[in-house]
């Protein structure tokens, strides 16, 4: 029982941690400001422009809040890390079943493949909404291995299991949470919550299998977050950081607001 009660504190923990930091970046937003508009085209060439975009917006205000909630996040749950996948590896064959195909699920292919699904099916069938989901599912994921990738190897933690020095952060909880995320900024938070509860599903499951630490899905859910508000942000205004120089040779940063 005390391993149960445990094990959903784990759960609830990761989804209050990662649901919460996706509205306290917006929350002064009113509810259809947030949803973005369809594009006019969302063919193979919008999709690569809105990419190189998409690394712009990626320092909007926002972002840096959510960075810094799922940072900070992160640094008060790792003195649990080893206590927390002590308490949920399991040897019952019915929570090794239940928790089987969520390393599937949230692995960057198939996350990758429904996303070219529904956008394709929204270009084939000429549904400009579908294909704009598409289109931004597609982009999160990128976006979001671009940064999980460099910081796996440049923290170097090794994964609770000695598999190797690729530990934080997850990967799996980023491309899940990336994904909840556009399905929220796109269909509200009503008709996004099971892909919330999915996506926690799979970053629980990451700690069950022994291949995470608590810390590692806390912030790789992070980057999931930001990752999915980066791709839906679609002209909004922001604000953004660009290093220049000054006469004497030095360098300064400065803060440009972009948008209306």
Known sequence: MKM???ASLTVALLVTVTIAAAPAAAQDEPP???KPPTPEHTGIHALFRNLG???KN???LDNLAVAAIGGGAALAVH???PDVNAHLRSHYDLVNDVYAPAKYYGGTPVQVSLSIGSYAVGRLFDMPKVSHLGMDLLRAQAIAESIVEPLKFAVGRERPDGSN???FPSGHAAATFAAATVLERHLGWKNSALAYVIAAYVASSRLHDNVHYLSDVTFGSAVGVIAGRTVTQHGA???AFVPASTPDG???ILAVHVGE
């Open 4 to 6: 149960r009660w445990r």
């Open 32 to 34: 259809d400001a947030k």
């Open 53 to 55: 975009e998409d690394y």
């Open 58 to 60: 990626l320092w909007h």
């Open 79 to 81: 003195p649990w890390d």
């Open 165 to 167: 020095h690729q530990s």
């Open 237 to 239: 205004a922001y604000w």
């Open 250 to 252: 030095g360098v300064v």
